[in-house]
T-cell receptor, first 112, second 109 residues
């Protein structure tokens, strides 16, 4: 069990560029969640998958955001045409249904 | 008003003190989580509980479903306990969590 892995750890990008983050969950976990956390605040739910199906998306997830989980394994979160307001820590978590979540260390995005 | 409120927002104490962090929520839940976040971002799940009390080492979590209130206690606090402690509530089915804003705990030697 290597835990939940997120890459990259840090990403600095210029406004208007596209960025993609990857999350590798614990292998037997069927649920995968994306959260966003800004400085001094608790995480906010973005979206979650059960296996490869995206079951819920927050209204925080604008059209510029897209998430995928092909084959129900790793997941990617893409942000198109980044804005300064997208600067945040993006957290991924995985779980088995009904059990505690396991979080990755996050990807810190800075949009300049 | 946030759905999950924690108090205090910041807490500084001396090593060895008994620590209490409180969490109140306004929505119906099936489970409440206490999480620990260290500088750098990593979040560790401490407890998931839906009733009563759980204990793990020096940490104790309690929940009162009727009053919609939970507490996290740390006995014999130590500087390595310094972190942000976050309360989160969710539907045990989907586990889509709603988080409090966190309590920043600093334990001085």
């Amino acid at each position: 069990d290597t835990g939940v892995s997120q890459n990259p750890r840090h990403k600095i990008t210029k406004r208007g560029q596209n960025v993609t983050f990857r999350c590798d969950p614990i292998s037997e976990h069927n649920r995968l969640y994306w959260y966003r956390q800004t400085l001094g605040q608790g995480p906010e739910f973005l979206t979650y998958f059960q296996n490869e199906a995206q079951l819920e998306k927050s209204r925080l997830l604008s059209d510029r955001f897209s998430a995928e989980r092909p084959k129900g394994s790793f997941s990617t979160l893409e942000i198109q045409r980044t804005e300064q307001g997208d600067s945040a820590m993006y957290l991924c978590a995985s779980s088995l249904a009904g059990y505690s979540l396991h979080f990755g260390n996050g990807t810190r995005l800075t949009v300049t | 008003k946030n759905e999950v409120e924690q108090s205090p927002q910041n807490l500084t104490a001396q090593e060895g003190e008994f620590i209490t962090i409180n969490c109140s929520y306004s929505v119906g839940i099936s489970a409440l989580h206490w999480l620990q976040q260290h500088p750098g971002g990593g979040i560790v799940s401490l407890f998931m509980l839906s009733s009563g009390k759980k204990k793990h080492g020096r940490l104790i979590a309690t929940i009162n479903i009727q009053e919609k209130h939970s507490s996290l206690h740390i006995t014999a606090s130590h500087p390595r306990d310094s972190a942000v402690y976050i309360c989160a509530v969710g539907d045990q089915g989907a586990q889509k969590l709603v988080f409090g804003q966190g309590t920043r705990l600093t334990i001085n030697p």
